[in-house]
Structures are given as structure tokens and as C-alpha cells.
């Protein structure tokens, strides 16, 4: 067991040319792949994408974790938006809506777009919808 440690392997990390590493200094890829949060990117076919998704997701770590605040303020939107769903669909039956189901992940992504745009020299957002037959 011990000598599997000592086993090279060839590895492409955090958007790095590729290079050959002991198991024992699997620490940036435990990091990465060995959290509570999955990410499936290798089925993208296109190379360059592919290795982008993979160095934003290995160097995701880096970044630390959000500040308590922070979660806090994501955490009241997504109860919020969860209870106005419950609050529509208890309020108007039968009526055409749109669920969140799947999509609550938009929400905080949505509104650090909005928050961090102007910063970066957005002037506007505009969000469309299709419907099934488009």
C-alpha cells in the first residue's frame, strides 16, 4: 500500500501542462474532485472548453469558500423564491406558471451577474425564454 504512493501517474492540473506526480501528492486533485459538489465536463468534445471547465473547477479551491454573509444572503433568496413558488401555486391553481425545479441554481448565478456586471462594463441584461416547439 505504501509502495502505491510512491507511483507516478500523469496529470493535468489546474489548467497545467501535463506532468507526472506521486499518488502521494494528490492533494489539489482530493481538492478538487473529492468534495461535496460534483462537476461532469470530459463529455465536452471541443478541447479548448474542456480544459477551461477543468482549470476553473481545479482552481476552484483557491478561491476559499464564500464569506457566512454571503451564504446567508444566497441561502434568504432561494427560501424566498421557494416560498413564492409554494405561494402561487397555493394561490392560483390550474394556472400556467414557471417552477424553479432544477433551475434554483440560477438565482445566486443570476444575481451575482447582475451585482458584478457594471464592474465589469455590462450595461445590460436581457433574459429571453423559448417555449417547448421553438
Not at 500500500?1 to 506532468?19: I, K, S, W, Y
Not at 499518488?23 to 468534445?45: F, K, N, P, T, W
Not at 434568504?76 to 390550474?94: C, I, M, N, V, W
Amino acid at each position: 500500500m505504501a509502495d502505491d504512493l510512491e507511483r507516478t501517474f500523469e496529470v493535468t492540473l489546474g489548467g497545467q501542462a501535463t506532468r507526472r506526480l506521486p499518488l502521494r501528492d494528490r492533494g489539489l486533485a482530493q481538492q478538487s474532485y473529492c468534495g461535496a459538489i460534483g462537476v461532469e465536463y470530459l463529455h465536452i468534445e471541443q478541447r479548448e472548453p474542456r480544459e477551461w471547465v477543468g482549470a476553473a473547477v481545479e482552481s476552484a479551491h483557491q478561491r476559499g469558500r464564500l464569506p457566512p454573509e454571503r451564504r446567508r444572503e444566497i441561502l434568504q433568496a432561494l427560501t424566498d423564491a421557494e416560498l413564492f413558488e409554494k405561494f402561487t401555486h397555493s394561490r392560483y391553481p390550474g394556472q400556467k406558471r414557471f417552477s424553479l425545479e432544477g433551475g434554483e441554481t440560477l438565482i445566486p448565478a443570476l444575481q451575482a451577474v447582475v451585482e458584478l456586471g457594471p464592474t465589469l462594463g455590462v450595461h445590460e441584461v436581457v433574459l429571453g425564454m423559448r417555449t417547448a416547439g421553438d
